[in-house]
């Protein structure tokens, strides 16, 4: 069946912001670090040209090489180094060093050795063991020899490289270790005493022998004079509030950049106190760097976004990956919001920035935009160990067509009241966005649950309804009603039912196919009400010591009388008809996901192990084990947009919809098999010629192709066509009248038409049919002039083939061809007299 070749991949979500980016030499492409792969982006456009692909690991480390600007080195933790022709993509040479690297820090001063950071485990010592400890060694590629340099480095922003490669500086806690490459001699110095805080990164002058260190109290302080044990030169700067998470100087080191938690770009000149801002930059700024030509800064954000940015501070493009998120608040929303499916845009729909929700296009890999829920600006708290409480988005629903869009956010600093605000949006065709319909204040007086639209098919008619649950014991049914007065044509929602049971709190919904059952969790019973008028039916009562329930699924298709329910310990099959227990098993699992498209279901328990069933047997599917590093949250069934091209090799609950599932590390993955991988990893040969970086070359020959068709264009509108070269060259006596000539002039000018309108021709003939039956004295004109043309076509010059066309216009130009000019002018001479 082809279940042996599938693999799970990263489809989304790799950080683009986890390891700086690097500009070409040029400055005209952008390489960003993804997981394995380096995106190569055009920096005019902002668009993704095409991938290096060639590391089995995550890509750490990116340099240019500076013996050959084309040329690109790279590092991974696959323990390699890969040399690339990154115009091309083409693997030049790959380095083994026996051990995985955490990044590449620079060159050495005759640029032939590099810096590496890499990380050792003695011999009888696990390397799954988590350590923070890393080297900086001198890598030599022609022999492959390593020599180490500095020992125990916490992280990569915490060493540089300095000017020509003479020195490398690493920060550690409050102190300065400063490696002197030509004398092999290591010198430290320290902070004062009374330094509270410790070095966050450092950054190496390009030029001068100086660098700079930022510290968690915001402090920016520069260094001369380091290279003695005595007679180090400081001084201080400070304007951040909060750590400084990076310092980077432009490339001629007359200005130097920083950014931190305060979202705020800061340019300051070279060792003065004048500076320039770009505030409201929507996340932390986790790297700054500059292109070689000083023309773009680009700001890495803790929520997987990458900002080029102009000298002049004017945002020039945006590079988004699936929004992370940064805070610790939205990180557990997210399991309530889980991933959403947009019918519209086909997206993939989930919690985005702050108070927003990012609509995603998997096929493209690229965010298609983000709509603000709570219409609230993102500001940095005065403490990080005080953090503030943004409003967030909790739940959210899609009606069957995309038209609806539900959401509940809440603001819950775990003091005062929450607040809750229940806001229903509308599609609006002409401006192709959601805009705000409804806001219902405290729809629920605790947090709300979960949140259901009903599913209503292809009838467009039936009257829109949703379904909130709480805690607070209650769940409640929304229903689209008319708001039309005599001032604009509106609708709104208001709340039409309220159902409850037995004061327990309300959990999981779940809607059946056709929309006629909803079911609702009630801690461990499960309870099947009417849609319509909200009355009990049943009540499925689980193990009295199974815990509550957490998924409430229906079947669909064969599956459609079948009921599922998930509990942390439990997974339950209920069949509507009978009321009983078709099957159940003990299974410890906080994900269900259900096919809308197919009968099949998913569930992945504790151990990150993924079963694939259908409710009607207890017999799995499909199952695959460890299909995570980390703890899946949620996850979902998007219908498959391609099917595969070899059919074979797909499994049966994979031809209706593909399984994506998100991870606590924020990593979208699926289940592909081994072709559909390496279609992932290719781009369209035409998106890469778009989007190419253009030359000088190039626009030379762009400009010559371009005068080139407008040469041939002005040629082709210059030459006279058939009919021209005809009428002119034809006697006079011997030409149709200029009447019949004017319709095929006309058409010679514009060109052959493309398309035929049929409905208009059938209007037109039956127009000139009518035209027939009123006007006969003009078919006698035109008869008798056809029988004169005939006695003139003993013209010797009417012999030549080359006007054959006139006598076939004689023929086709009938009669009727003439009537409706000749009715329209008596109609026109006759609206003039009246």
């Given at each position: 069946m082809g279940e042996d070749n599938l693999t799970v991949v990263n489809v989304s979500g790799s950080s683009i912001v986890k390891y700086k980016p690097v500009f070409s030499a040029d400055s005209k492409c952008l390489f960003v670090l993804s997981g394995k792969n380096i995106k190569v982006y055009n920096v005019n456009s902002g668009e993704c040209m095409h991938y290096l692909i060639g590391h089995y690991d995550e890509v750490t480390g990116a340099l240019v090489n500076p013996k050959n600007k084309l040329q690109l080195f790279s590092s991974s933790l696959d323990e390699t180094i890969i040399l690339w022709d990154s115009a091309d993509g083409v693997i030049l040479k790959r380095y083994s060093l026996h051990a995985p690297i955490y990044g590449l820090i620079g060159f050495t001063k005759d640029e032939s050795n590099i810096y590496v950071m890499v990380r050792w485990y003695p011999k009888g010592v696990d390397d799954k063991i988590p350590t923070q400890d890393h080297d900086i060694s001198e890598y030599d590629p022609k022999t492959g020899s390593l020599t180490m340099r500095l020992k125990k480095v916490l992280k990569r922003r915490l060493v540089d490289v300095g000017a020509k490669g003479r020195y490398l500086v690493e920060g550690r806690k409050k102190k300065v270790i400063v490696y002197d490459c030509k004398t092999s001699e290591i010198i430290m110095h320290s902070l004062k005493d009374d330094f509270d805080k410790e070095i966050s990164c450092v950054a190496c002058h390009p030029t001068e022998d100086s660098f700079v260190t930022g510290c968690d109290n915001g402090k920016i302080i520069y260094w001369w004079n380091f290279l003695t044990r005595n007679g180090v030169v400081k001084s201080t700067y400070s304007w951040h509030a909060l750590p400084v998470l990076d310092v980077h100087f432009t490339a001629e080191g007359s200005q130097l950049l920083s950014g931190g938690h305060e979202c705020v770009l800061v340019k300051w000149k070279y060792n003065s106190k004048e500076r320039e801002y770009l505030p409201r930059l929507r996340a932390p700024i986790d790297h700054v760097i500059c292109s070689p030509d000083n023309q773009i800064f680009v700001t890495c954000h803790q929520d997987n976004c990458v900002n080029l940015i102009s000298n002049t501070f004017e945002l020039l493009n945006v590079i988004d990956g699936l929004s992370l998120c940064h805070l610790q608040s939205q990180v557990l929303v997210r399991r309530s919001v889980r991933l959403l499916y947009d019918p519209r845009t086909k997206a993939l729909v989930t919690n985005g920035r702050v108070g927003h929700l990012q609509f995603y296009s998997i096929e493209a890999d690229r965010q298609l935009y983000n709509l603000d829920i709570v219409q609230e600006n993102y500001t940095s708290p005065e403490d990080l160990s005080k953090p503030l409480y943004p409003t967030e988005v909790t739940n959210a629903a899609f009606s069957s067509h995309g038209d609806w869009l539900a959401t509940v956010d809440m603001w819950d600093d775990g003091v005062m009241t929450p607040d809750i605000q229940l806001k229903f949006w509308k599609y609006q065709v002409e401006s192709q966005e959601y805009a705000l319909n409804t806001v219902v204040h405290y729809p629920h007086d605790k947090k709300v649950v979960d949140l259901k639209f009903r599913p209503h098919g292809d009838d467009l008619d039936v009257v829109h309804?949703?379904?909130?649950?709480?805690?607070?014991?209650?769940?409640?049914?929304?229903?689209?009603?008319?708001?039309?007065?005599?001032?604009?044509?509106?609708?709104?929602?208001v709340c039409d039912s309220v159902g409850y049971y037995r004061d327990r709190p309300a959990g999981p919904l779940g809607f059946s196919e056709d929309g006629s059952l909803l079911?609702?969790?009630?801690?461990?019973?499960?309870?099947?009400?009417?849609?319509?008028?909200?009355?009990?039916?049943h009540c499925f009562l689980t193990q009295?010591?199974?815990s509550n329930i957490k998924h409430c699924e229906?079947?669909?298709?064969?599956?459609?009388?079948?009921?599922?329910?998930?509990?942390?310990?439990?997974?339950?099959v209920w069949n509507l008809l009978t009321c009983a227990v078709v099957w159940s098993v003990n299974v410890e699992a906080n994900v269900l996901a259900a096919d809308p498209l197919s009968p099949y279901m998913a569930v992945v328990d504790n151990d990150q192990k993924l079963y694939v069933f259908k409710p009607s047997s207890p017999d799995i599917v499909y199952s695959k084990p460890s299909i995570s590093k980390s703890t899946v949250s949620c996850a979902i069934f998007l219908p498959q947009k391609k099917k595969s091209s070899n059919k074979g090799t797909q499994v049966a609950w994979q031809q209706s919809s593909?399984?994506?599932?998100?991870?606590e590390e924020q990593e979208l993955l699926s289940i592909v098999s081994e072709e559909e991988e390496r279609k992932m990893n290719t781009l369209d040969s035409r998106a890469i010629q778009e989007n190419l970086p253009s030359t000088a070359i190039s626009v030379f020959l762009g400009g010559e192709r371009k005068a080139l068709e407008d040469r041939e264009r002005r040629i082709e509108r210059s030459l006279p066509s058939n009919i021209t070269k005809q009428i002119l060259d034809s006697a006079p006596h011997a030409q149709p009248p200029v009447i019949s000539l004017c319709l095929p002039f006309l058409q010679s000018l514009i060109g052959k038409k493309q398309t035929k309108r049929g409905t208009e021709e059938e209007d037109e003939e039956e127009e000139m049919d009518e035209v027939k039956s009123q006007d006969s004295d003009s078919d006698m004109e035109v008869e008798q002039f056809h029988n004169s043309m005939k006695s003139d076509s003993q013209n010797p010059v009417q012999e030549n083939k080359d006007f054959d066309w006139l006598n076939d216009l004689h023929k086709s130009q009938s009669k009727d061809d003439l009537n409706p000019v000749v009715l329209r002018t008596t109609d026109w001479i006759s609206e003039l007299n009246t």
């Open positions: 309804s949703v379904v909130t649950s709480s805690v607070d014991g209650k769940f409640k049914t929304w229903t689209l009603v008319d708001d039309t007065d005599i001032y604009r044509k509106n609708s709104k929602w079911g609702v969790g009630f801690s461990s019973t499960l309870t099947v009400w009417d849609s319509d008028t909200n009355v009990l039916r009295s010591n199974s229906f079947g669909h298709h064969s599956c459609c009388h079948l009921l599922v329910s998930l509990s942390s310990d439990l997974l339950c593909q399984l994506y599932f998100f991870n």
